[in-house]
């Protein structure tokens, strides 16, 4: 989630300070540039200074409350200190917050946590009134969702790979680099959108669970195959331990493959070039299957092991500098292994530096 800074003194004040407690700003100086802002991004909230030169904050914010693509998002509006009628005058102009200027930083950061956790708790509602819904009203409604979300992102793919296709020799090595890029992170969104999707329905019981004999193995090898261009632009060297004869996993093939694409994900997130991730698998006791998924990338704080698998715990990891999920994965991740009856849980690694995360699935019977 990101954080919008509409004001004219914002980059060397706002955003540097919100930015050393773990917040993503983005800066906007006009109603245009915000709407492109929110185009691009998720928001989390809009901060608005009202006391701009050139610029009418409250008609600013009677806009941004206008237009469909900000109008749920929080707004926090700057206003001058001891001002009664000009936070009266914000909060009829739809700010949900008003804060004097100048700013005390813990007062807005107390703020946007609260803001967040209100979207949390109208999340939980949206999922309560699924659960509520008849079934087949419900999964009709997520199947409408799941194809307007994922179609534009799937447009994008195909058109890509069909440019790739038709690149010039002459420009190739150049165009082919780009292209490739763009198509990487089109596929990267895609893969939130299904993670996003996935954990809605996983939530409100709609996902059917397929659990049959899976080779964890040829798992693996076709994810690491599949994002092969990610890996190789990343620099980041692979060691597959995983051995032979290793018994099948009693597993939902389709979701066991998103796990390891969200575990792949966020290895290249958060390595570096030339960083190595090492996979083991071996069969356990209690007809048990452990993976143990370690890379030499960012470490995952002690005091975070747990709480970077809760969602709504991510901006607390993240101030503390940690290693945290990309969007909604590592949640999801510990989501979908529960529902096939494994579990994936983070613990310092055996060098005591870096972070493994251990992966247990049932061995099929």
Request: proline content about 3%; aromatic content about 4%.
């Amino acid at each position: 989630m990101i954080i919008l800074v509409v004001e004219d003194w914002a980059e060397a004040v706002v955003q540097d300070a919100l930015e050393e407690v773990g917040y993503e700003v983005c800066i906007a100086c006009s109603f245009e540039d915000v709407v492109g802002q929110a185009r691009a991004h998720s928001l989390q909230a809009i901060v608005v200074d009202l006391l701009m030169t050139g610029i009418d904050g409250l008609a600013m914010c009677r806009d941004l409350r206008r237009h469909p693509l900000t109008a749920q998002v929080p707004i926090i509006a700057v206003v001058e200190a001891g001002s009664a009628a000009r936070r009266a005058d914000a909060r009829a102009a739809g700010a949900d917050v008003c804060l004097p200027r100048p700013l005390d930083w813990a007062d807005l950061q107390y703020h946007l946590h609260r803001l967040a956790q209100r979207d949390r708790s109208e999340a939980d509602g949206a999922l309560l009134s699924l659960k509520t819904m008849p079934r087949d009203e419900a999964e009709g409604l997520m199947d409408m969702l799941a194809h307007d979300l994922r179609s534009p992102t799937v447009s994008v793919v195909n058109g890509l790979s069909l440019l790739i296709e038709a690149v010039d020799e002459r420009d190739r090595l150049e165009m082919e680099k780009r292209l490739k890029y763009a198509l990487m992170s089109a596929r990267r969104q895609l893969r939130a959108l299904d993670e996003l999707l996935n954990m809605v329905r996983l939530e409100s019981d709609l996902l059917s669970v397929n659990i049959e004999a899976v080779d964890v193995a040829a798992v693996v090898r076709e994810v690491l195959a599949e994002m092969y261009d990610a890996l190789a632009s990343k620099g980041l060297c692979v060691v597959d331990e995983i051995p032979a004869g290793l018994p099948e996993a009693a597993a939902d093939v389709e979701l066991l493959r998103q796990a390891v694409r969200t575990l792949l994900d966020n290895s290249i997130k958060f390595c570096a070039q030339d960083d190595r991730l090492t996979i083991r698998a071996c069969a356990g006791e209690a007809g048990r299957l452990t993976i143990t998924w370690t890379d030499t990338g960012r470490a995952v704080m002690p005091d975070s092991l747990d709480e970077i698998f809760d969602l709504f715990a991510q901006w607390r990891v993240r101030q503390r500098g940690s290693r945290t999920s990309v969007a909604w994965g590592l949640p999801f991740c510990r989501s979908a292994l529960r529902v096939m009856h494994g579990d994936i849980h983070a613990e310092p690694a055996a060098d005591g530096v870096h972070t493994a995360f251990i992966i247990t699935l049932p061995v099929y019977t």
